[in-house]
């Protein structure tokens, strides 16, 4: 990891990302805390042609994005051309629908439909990666939904981009959920969990209770291009938590 593959997930500032003035102070303003990239995600309806115009004039690579799964399977060629326009590799899906969660049924069925949109991907040279949460780690007959998606697709087709707060939400130690896709993850969501009145929180990095220290080490080995930091929701200013997670990771260059 250094300053270069650090990038901010505009889902983090989408309130602030809803029109093309909005979306050009934003990007500005990531730009200036020291983030040179971006992954587009809960933007506003802006032309891929502005997104792409904005990104440039504040210095912003575009490295992934998650797309809603219609839109790779009823507007392919339309999704295919903006990542070839924003020069964006990884095509992301940030989670399978709701019928595929409660059975191994479902998961095997959207590993086959993963599976089909990784293939047609990949004949565009990009890659798909699924986003996971806690659910995918609900166990069915022994292996969880995570499994099937692991054993059941082509390594070579379908990529993941974990999300190590609902890695570890979902009773799994992140480090460990991340050696098991070596070779399958060009693009990890770096997130914090902190606990507050007795609840668990989204945290900036490493004001929360992860390992972060062994985290960044086990995507250094299994080489991770994109460290995307993310933070659902923000007990302040999503810019100030931004800043201090950019500030935090600083010590793991």
Known sequence: ???????????????????EADLEQTLKKVANIGYQAI????????APEKVKELADAAGLRICATHVS????????????QKHKLWNCRYVGLGSLPDEN??????????????????QRLK???????YHNHQFEYQKFEGRTGMDILQQETDPA???????????????????????????????????DLEIVNYEQVFAEIGEGNLNFKAII????????????????????????SLSISFRNLQQFL
């Open 1 to 19: 990891m250094n300053i270069s593959n650090i990038a901010v997930q505009l889902y983090t500032l989408r309130e602030y990302c809803k029109t």
């Open 217 to 240: 080490e086990a995507c250094r080995e299994i080489g991770v291009e994109w460290y995307v930091v993310e933070q659902d929701e923000c007990r302040r200013d999503p810019f100030e």
């Open 123 to 129: 004949e565009h040279d990009l890659q798909f990666i």
């Open 69 to 80: 799964l219609d839109a790779l399977l009823q507007d392919f060629d339309q999704t295919v």
């Open 39 to 46: 992954q587009v995600s809960g933007i506003g309806p802006i």
């Open 157 to 191: 087709v379908v990529g993941f981009e974990l999300d190590t707060y609902w890695v570890h939400v979902g009773g799994v130690n992140p480090v460990d959920a991340i050696h098991q896709v070596k070779g399958r993850m060009g693009v990890v969501h770096l997130k």
């Open 101 to 118: 969660r409660t059975s191994a049924e479902g998961y095997t069925s959207f590993a086959r439909i993963a599976g089909e949109i990784g």
